[in-house]
């Protein structure tokens, strides 16, 4: 399964799974999902996602060169490592658990950074849109990276964007 977002719309495979706004790269966005109000945030001690205000999911914070995170999934934990150079490469995460990968993140999009996540395993709706907004993020801290609330990439030290 192959979740990509475009246009304030996450597909599955090419058909909308979920509608999340132009706002789903910022710090803060919010979007329903089946019955439920997730909203996602950026913590000091990591990103946190929440449905009905519960905390579901998590990514610990790491160091910014840092390139494995554990994350608390709602299938029992996870690790997101970062498969590319921090310097060098886009966006690129290998999703594992219990050393086995279940998903990968990989960029898309010739002129405007686009996250999609590549599902080989047992994974979620609500998780598997974690794990994109959650990647962009820790990808967004990289020092000449940052990610826009609009959804497009900037390049450079003032992107004037959200990081």
């Known amino acids: 399964m192959r979740y990509r977002w475009d246009a304030g719309v996450v597909s599955a495979d090419g058909v909308e799974a979920a509608r999340t706004g132009d706002r789903f790269w910022s710090l803060r966005p919010t979007f ?3 019955d439920g ?11 946190i996602g929440a449905l009905d ?15 494995t995170w554990r994350m608390a999934g709602l299938q029992g934990p996870l690790e997101l490592t970062r498969t590319t150079s921090w310097l060098a490469g886009r966006l690129h995460f290998d ?17 405007r950074y686009r996250p999609s996540l590549e599902v080989t395993g047992a994974l979620e709706l609500a998780q598997a849109i974690f794990v994109l907004w959650a990647a962009a993020r820790i990808d967004g801290r990289r020092p000449a990276h940052a ?3 609009g ?13």
């Open 37 to 47: 109000e997730w909203s996602y945030r950026s913590e000091p001690e990591g990103l």
């Open 53 to 67: 205000g519960r905390d579901r999911l998590g990514v610990e914070r790491g160091r910014i060169w840092q390139s």
């Open 32 to 34: 329903s999902l089946g």
């Open 147 to 149: 990610i826009r609330a």
């Open 95 to 111: 999703l594992t658990r219990e050393g086995q990968r279940v998903a990968e993140v990989v960029p898309e999009g010739a002129w």
């Open 151 to 163: 959804g497009g990439a900037a390049v450079g030290g003032s992107s004037g964007g959200e990081a």
